[in-house]
């Protein structure tokens, strides 16, 4: 059982893991959202083949670059780039403190949905803006928005930018249409301007089928804009830039403009290397990926003791796990996940107050690191007594 990483790796850091979860000797660590396996050989030996040509100065961004994600996007999506622009940002978090910068105003409220993804609050609070938080309802059916309640946030004049997770981290939610055109028109009609991280869109598990917010918004008169990018598709986190996608002038010609001021727009020459391959030759990859979080997710469904569970996933490689049943307060159940069960997950409450109870885990791994992460879950229930109960 190993984790494919590399020395430095963030994830197994122990340094790190002492920070945030105490003793950080034998724990299993499955809290941040990348995979944990050998990359696509199809990036490997373009990184290999471009590091090999030993030059490394200023290099143009090929055509190619932005037409392979194309390619494969109308190939497995539906979606194509007529009407669009498409522009290369450093990360997820760039694009969205840009976006919230040029649509906003200091002290302005900017929509999220909690729980999710934890970098979004941060975002907004260094930008000076308030979170205004349209918390997701968990149903018997699994996790909803609440409309209603996200017009009565939208309707708000101080409420200016909305952030759409799409599909949806941690939840593992792959909106579907309906859904994301409810969002567009009560956004459209109360002028807040949509980011709609759709990072994950790759990873949309059978049977569901991902929806980009562009098409969902078509004829809506919503503004937005999307981000996509390699990052977590191919688990290039550390190596690739994402993309900024619109229809709308405004937006990229002000993330263009901030990009040049900030002096966002040198290249990695051998990122450039790996995002085409990725998009180009690694779809096979993909699919093996997406088998393996399917599986991996049903091996945690039946392995799990009561009163464990995990909520239906439609998409992502991030389990979303229920742990309500434990009865443990926040801190309690942090530190039961870490001391009891010895295993690195990301709290629930991380992604807002609205997880409390329950725990992410990265699943993107082999099969037997995820079986023995399910098999201390229950040596630590049985441990503490709670089995049944």
Known sequence: MRLSTSPNALATDARR???????????????????????????????????????????????????S???????????????LETTISPSVGTSIAVIIDAFSEDGDGVILQPPVFTDFKPLIVRADRQ?????????NDGYRMNLDHLEELAADPSNKVMILCNPHNPIGRAWEQDELTAVARICAANDVFVIADEIHADLVLEPHRFTPFATAAAGTGARWVAIHGPIKTFGVAGLCDTLLISDDEEATGAFRAASSRLHLTRNNVVALAA??????????WVDELKTL??????????????????????????????????????????????????LALSPGHWFGREGAGFARMTIAAPTDVIEEATARLRQAVSLTGMQGS
């Open 275 to 284: 995002f085409e391959a990725g998009y180009r030759d690694s779809a096979e």
């Open 69 to 83: 994600f194309w390619q494969w996007m109308e190939t497995r999506n539906g979606w194509d780039n007529a009407g």
């Open 131 to 139: 979170p205004a938080r349209n918390s997701l309802d968990l149903t």
């Open 293 to 342: 979080a399917a599986t991996n997710v049903a091996v945690l469904r039946d392995g799990l003791p009561e009163p464990l569970g995990v909520v239906d996933m439609e998409a992502t490689y991030l389990a979303w796990l229920d742990l309500r049943g434990l009865g443990l307060e926040v801190p309690e159940l942090a530190r039961w996940l870490a001391d009891s069960a010895r």
């Open 17 to 67: 893991l002492s920070q945030l979860y105490g003793d950080a000797e034998g724990l299993l660590p499955l809290w941040i959202a990348e995979p944990y396996l050998p990359l696509a050989p199809a990036i490997t030996e373009a990184v290999n083949a471009r590091a090999g040509l030993e030059w490394y100065g200023y290099e143009a961004r090929p055509p190619a670059l932005i037409e």
